[in-house]
Antibody
Framework: QVQLVQSGAEVKKPGASVKVSCKAS????????ISWVRQAPGQGLEWMGW????????NYAQKLQGRVTMTTDTSTSTAYMELRSLRSDDTAVYYC????????????????WGKGTTVTVSS | DIQMTQSPSSLSASVGDRVTITCRAS??????LAWFQQKPGKAPKSLIY???SLQSGVPSKFSGSGSGTDFTLTISSLQPEDFATYYC?????????FGPGTKVDIK
């Protein structure tokens, strides 16, 4: 079955970087994309960006431009999200989700989600 | 960015009730709308895409409708496992945006 397995919880100091992984199984990795969504404590869902596992194209949320990088390793079917210059308000659960293309490959929706990775930023 | 609103923000309902949640987009999004269910401490679960198409494995008690700016999620007969927070999300244009959520709890 389709699964996304994320890396474990992280505790970082302000100004540091974090890199979260999302290992896919049960499907052809390069036929889909991966989105990253985060959720601060007690808050709603915030889309961070997505990457095409087919060609590596990315699209990031404007507020994170310059601090976030999303990559994939097709040899291991793994997606990565790196966030730099961490601040206390980056404390959140970070989710990866598979992006499914519509028939025209112009629109993408999320279907399967990882279980989440808790990132805590604290001095 | 397209703003998504949901109403109500929370509701209390009984087992067996029919529940309807409304989602509105700040501009037309055709039918590029998804619904997610999230239980406390868990990842979101995808329920519906393209406004009315059920994700694989999602029971038929969930249904979605709408197009343009106004959408609804209906749970035909609420069961104990359905008490959760529900989010809508548009994927018509970047950035994809989520509604603030509707919390469904037990009356």
């Amino acid at each position: 079955q389709v699964q996304l397995v994320q890396s474990g919880a992280e505790v970082k100091k302000p100004g540091a970087s974090v890199k979260v992984s999302c290992k896919a199984s049960g499907y052809t990795f390069t036929s889909y994309g991966i989105s990253w969504v985060r959720q601060a404590p007690g808050q709603g869902l915030e889309w961070m960006g997505w990457i095409s596992a087919y060609n590596g194209n990315t699209n990031y949320a404007q507020k994170l431009q310059g601090r976030v990088t999303m990559t994939t390793d097709t040899s291991t079917s793994t997606a990565y999200m790196e966030l730099r210059s961490l601040r206390s308000d980056d404390t959140a659960v970070y989710y990866c989700a598979r992006m499914v293309p519509t028939l025209d490959y112009y629109y993408y929706y999320m279907d399967v989600w990882g279980k989440g990775t808790t990132v805590t930023v604290s001095s | 960015d397209i703003q998504m609103t949901q109403s109500p923000s929370s509701l209390s309902a009984s087992v067996g009730d029919r529940v309807t949640i409304t989602c509105r987009a700040s501009q037309g999004i055709s039918n590029y709308l998804a619904w997610f269910q999230q239980k406390p401490g868990k990842a979101p679960k995808s329920l519906i895409y393209a406004a009315s198409s059920l994700q694989s494995g999602v029971p038929s008690k969930f249904s979605g409708s709408g197009s343009g700016t106004d959408f609804t999620l209906t749970i035909s007969s609420l069961q104990p496992e359905d008490f959760a927070t529900y989010y809508c999300q548009q994927y018509n244009s970047y950035p994809p945006t989520f509604g603030p959520g509707t919390k469904v709890d037990i009356k």
